[in-house]
């Protein structure tokens, strides 16, 4: 047993999957453990066990994203280097979250991974909500009342005022001081917490699987193959054929030497689940095998790490399309938009972490109408998904790196091309 848990975390949930949709057939009304146990009460008690999990989860989403925005505002230092770094931000790394939210919506709708079933039974979807009037968009934005969008978890209301807050707390300097070593400290506790709380990911997805399997049968297996698909569809077409292009005709480089460099990267990104534990490989493919500049590298590479997501951009967006597919939610074109703008900015506040993205799809599922049962259903395969959309987030990282240290003369393109620094070159040793 003490074997088990020393072994790495993927592992464990995959063994645990396994061993979920093994039960979740016996306790079928036609399973093979029929006559021996009472299905219905295990499924029921499976289904409590995976609550517990997500509602550890879903604790987390309304301060996380709070919080880590705030922070993450503050943490730019001052108001003038606020204005320079939101424009790069804003330059680079806004369009490719939202080009990747877009790609994500196209690929659902496109593939249906969630259609061609009953919604399961047991489940009901929601009444369905009159289109939002102009003054409920603005109201989604602009919270009159923050505690109440915290109260309520209002995604957009409370990113916009997180920051909101922390230009304040820029403004004030000084004073402000004790407020930013607040949100500094929140930001690290509850992102230790999502770490703690993604120990129990094997209970969870053993529980999980187990009782989707008993409420769906194969039909779950087939649906969440066909999401697990998309998304490996959406991470291949945006790692390699986006950025790909990107390098390619915006940044007139050979490809090749892009994913060879990062091959190292991407590997432990996979294996990890995790841009922030991939960071110090990242940045030495980065500095070694592409020939970005140390100081470039750091800059680009931490940042992206905590807010340039793009594979968990367009993973939100997937998973709140198929859930709208599994209950049968039409979607008009101003909700597609407000999903699109929520991942991109949930995938801003995500933490680089195992699972780091799960906590914001209840809140964007709340902006479709999609009933937080969803998370229940997908939850169980949730690594295998996590594994690829943390080698895109590692992708788009190292690809923004390349540009920006391109355009600012930081780049050499000799390294870049053989994939090996062959002298210090002079852009280094400013470093
Ligand atoms: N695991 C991802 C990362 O570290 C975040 C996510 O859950 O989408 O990049």
Redesign the pocket.
């Known amino acids: 047993m003490t074997a088990f848990f020393q072994k790495p975390l993927w592992l464990r949930i995959l063994v645990a999957m396994v061993l979920g949709v093994i039960l979740g057939f016996g306790i079928r009304p036609e399973g093979y453990l029929n006559g021996l146990i009472d299905g219905e009460a295990w499924s029921a008690a499976l289904k409590l066990v995976g609550d517990a999990f997500i509602r550890l989860i879903r604790m987390l989403s309304v301060p996380l994203i709070f919080v880590s925005v705030a922070a993450a505002v503050v943490s730019i230092g001052d108001l003038s280097r606020l204005g320079k770094s939101g424009a790069r931000i804003a330059a680079l790394y806004i369009p490719s979250g939202l080009l990747a939210a877009c790609l994500g919506v196209s690929l659902a709708m496109l593939i249906q991974p969630g259609a061609g079933i009953e919604a399961p039974a047991g489940l009901s979807a929601p009444p369905v909500k009159p289109p939002p009037t102009g003054a409920d968009i603005l109201a989604m934005f602009i919270p009159a009342n923050p505690v109440k969008a915290l109260a309520e978890g209002d995604m957009l209301s409370v990113i916009v005022f997180a920051i909101l807050l922390g230009i304040g707390v820029l403004g004030a300097r000084e004073a402000a001081k004790p407020v930013a070593d607040v949100l500094d400290g929140a930001a690290h506790a509850l992102t230790k917490l999502v770490t703690y709380i993604m120990e129990l990911a094997p209970i969870g997805a053993f529980a999980l699987m187990a009782w989707a399997v008993a409420l769906m049968g194969a039909d779950a297996l087939v649906k969440l193959a066909a999401l697990i698909g998309t998304v490996y569809l959406g991470c291949f077409i945006y790692g390699f054929v986006v950025y790909g292009g990107f390098i390619k005709f915006v940044l007139g480089l050979p490809i090749l030497p892009f994913f060879k460099g990062m091959s190292e990267a991407m590997a432990v990104a996979y294996s990890t689940?995790?841009?922030?534990a991939t960071l110090p490989v990242t940045m030495r493919c980065m500095i070694e095998k592409l020939g970005i500049s140390r100081r470039m590298s750091a800059f680009v590479s931490s940042m992206g790490a905590t807010v340039n997501?793009d594979?968990?951009a367009m993973?939100i967006c997937i998973v709140t399309i198929f859930g709208a597919q599994l209950f049968g939610i039409p979607l008009d074109s101003g909700q597609l938009v407000g999903i699109v703008i929520a991942a991109s900015l949930g995938a801003i506040g995500?933490?680089?972490?195992?699972?780091?993205?799960?906590v914001f799809i209840p809140l964007v599922l709340g902006i479709a109408g999609v009933p937080v049962e969803v998370i229940a259903i997908i939850l169980g395969a949730d690594r295998i998904m996590?594994m690829m959309?943390?080698v895109v987030?590692v992708l788009g990282d190292s690809a923004a790196a390349v540009a920006v240290a391109k355009w600012e003369g930081e780049l050499d393109v000799d390294a870049y091309k053989d994939n090996q620094l062959r002298e210090a070159p002079v852009a280094q040793s400013q470093g």
Not at 350 to 358: E, F, L, R, V, W
């Open positions: 689940s995790s841009s922030n997501m594979g968990t993973y995500a933490a680089g972490i195992p699972g780091g993205s799960i996590d959309r943390t987030n």
